[in-house]
């Protein structure tokens, strides 16, 4: 049987945490579509365009990756792209709790047979948010080695302008 997996987020902005996520579901899956959810009464640092860009600059080295975005219930845009696979990752068990609740509820809400699968992070990145990259950055804090070049390229560039 033939995977087509979604990892999905909102990656505001996508950390080497992500990408190691990515660079493993892309392993065992055949296609993967990393899906940016676009959440209108979010207020975003980069926009889902924005986004897009730089995810689709780092993961060019992974044929079978593709990026989307979209907005309103996950469930709705599995249903509609006709994906069998939801990958989410764990960095503690914190993350779990929340994860296994949404799980459940959208399981109710598919149609047909969908399965969620949890990665875990390595734990050398289980302390990586983008949240917490975003506010050591705007502080002048060394986030070298916690994001992707190019998205520190992309931070940098906005604390300019």
Known sequence: MSTSALYAGSFDPLTNGHLDLIERAAKIHDTLVIGVINNVSKKSYF?????????????KHLPNVSVDSFSGLLADYVNEKGFNVVVRGLRVSMDFEY??????????LYNGCV?????????????????????????????????PKAVKDALDKKKID
């Open 99 to 108: 994860e296994i609740q949404m799980a459940q509820m959208n399981a109710r």
């Open 47 to 59: 926009t889902a365009e924005e986004r897009v860009d730089l995810i689709r600059a780092v993961t």
């Open 115 to 147: 399965e969620t699968i949890f990665l875990m992070t390595k734990p050398s990145l289980s302390f990586l948010s983008s949240s917490l990259v975003k506010e050591v950055h705007s502080l002048d804090g060394d986030i070298e080695g916690l994001v």
